[in-house]
């Protein structure tokens, strides 16, 4: 099989694959929820609220911040990071639009 062929779909389709893709891991799921949880930013407490390593937490990190759904803000020797208000309504929108279609399954199957 070779590359996905991204071009042929649109770029809502592309960008909410994207998201999916990278919410799809449990580990992105808590913290998001944490970051959520705390209403402020975090920062470097993350290792010892979730029990992973701080290379796995960064690179999770990292993955979140390329789809916009977080920023970070450098204080001192830290990184703290929030929530991207504007980005999480966007994907908020976009996933409530993908779920709000009425499949017309009574019809088939």
């Not at 070779?2 to 809502?12: D, M, S, V």
């Not at 020797?77 to 499949?103: A, H, L, R």
Request: with cysteine.
């Amino acid at each position: 099989m070779g590359l996905t062929k991204t071009e042929i779909f649109t770029e809502k389709q592309n960008r909410l694959a994207t998201v999916f893709k990278v919410l799809g891991h449990p580990a992105r799921i808590a913290i998001l929820q944490h970051i959520i949880n705390q209403n402020a930013c975090i920062c470097n407490d993350l290792v010892e609220e979730l029990g992973l390593a701080q290379a796995t937490i960064s690179q999770h990190l990292k993955e979140l911040k390329n789809i916009g759904i977080i920023k970070g803000t450098i204080e001192g020797k830290s990184v703290c990071y929030c929530i991207e208000d504007t980005i999480w309504k966007t994907i908020q929108d976009e996933i409530g639009m993908f779920f709000i279609q009425n499949p017309q399954s009574e019809s088939c199957c």
